[in-house]
């Protein structure tokens, strides 16, 4: 079996893939952003699923006065008079069909299905980020993206007529199959720029622990977030689980050598107490973990830092 021509076919195509990724992540001249980015186009940008990009929206717009939000009941308000962006209207058209008749509903039973947030409510909050500047797409049209699905029809050809129905025809047929419909599924592409990569990753202490909304797996609510650290005697390592129910970082300057330093937190939540503790982590854990997530940590009590990452369980 002479598979010589279906490894350079291969080769070729891998090749031709990785120059149009390339060429694709050239930063465009981009226009410095003409106004505040909007709650969910940070969630969005910073990689969060979409549930949270939709209790972001909520939120906002009950800041706003559209909605009303005491304790985990939401209900409706008189429609305001500045104009709504078209996730915005959206979000209000779901609640407003969820509540029905009723004054009002648990924030938690107002969130749509997650095919629906997917296929409906992102593209929406993307299409803002590309307006206002924060994002772009990776090709102007789908050309690219389409050429290179066909591409693959030429090392495809060149292994079934080499290997025919054996494993190389298998794996041939199974990457191309895989490869092409992801080249079309992912369409024109996504990818912020330089201003949104800086806002995604400018994640801010919360302005008021006291009003920090989480899901506790019976609902919405708010919980105080305890800050690192203890001066009750403690061992001095201690396992903790729980879910991350946010995380943030601090810029701290320091005024000896005139240098910035971040430091990192997340916040644990048993899932029932009143409060959720705050952890000081490393730079590596605070980028692999994301709220909804479940872990286990090894920490010192004292000081609130975490030591080492003993488990991690992503449900979504």
Do not use: C, N
Not at 235 to 250: D, F, H, L, N
């Amino acid at each position: 079996m002479d598979l010589a021509w279906p490894v350079t076919a291969w080769a070729l195509w891998v090749t031709a893939l990785a120059a149009a990724f390339k060429v694709s992540s050239r930063e465009r001249p981009q226009e410095a952003p003409r106004y505040e980015a909007p709650a969910p186009v940070v969630e969005l940008l910073r990689g969060m699923r979409s549930q949270d990009v939709f209790q972001a929206a909520l939120f906002d717009l009950a800041g706003r006065g559209w909605v009303t939000i005491e304790g985990d009941r939401l209900s409706s308000a008189p429609p305001g008079q500045a104009p709504l962006r078209p996730y915005e209207r959206w979000v209000l058209e779901r609640v407003a069909a969820r509540l029905g008749s009723k004054p009002y509903a648990p924030v938690i039973a107002l969130m749509p299905e997650g095919s629906d947030l997917d296929s409906d409510l992102v593209p929406l909050v993307r299409q803002t980020a590309i307006e206002l500047g924060l994002a772009r797409r990776r090709w102007q049209t789908m050309i690219v993206p389409l050429l290179l699905a066909m591409g693959l029809v030429i090392p495809w050809y060149a292994t079934i007529s080499a290997a025919g129905l054996s494993w190389p025809g298998m794996i041939a047929t199974m990457v191309s199959f895989v490869a092409g419909g992801s080249l079309l599924m992912a369409g024109r592409g996504f990818l912020p720029t330089e201003a949104g990569r800086e806002i995604a990753g400018s994640d801010r202490a919360p302005l008021d622990p006291r009003q920090q909304w989480i899901y506790t797996g019976s609902g919405w609510r708010g919980v105080e977030i305890e800050p690192p650290g203890s001066s009750a005697p403690v061992p001095k390592r201690q396992e903790v689980s729980g879910y991350i129910v946010k995380r943030w970082a601090v810029t701290d300057m320091d005024p000896d050598s005139m240098s910035s330093r971040r430091a990192y937190y997340v916040a644990l939540h048993d899932g029932s107490s009143e409060k959720a503790t705050s952890y000081l982590v490393k730079e590596g854990v605070y980028h692999d973990v994301l709220p909804g997530d479940f872990v286990r940590v090894l920490v010192k009590p004292r000081s609130g830092r975490v030591v080492r990452m003993l488990g991690h369980e992503r449900h979504w």
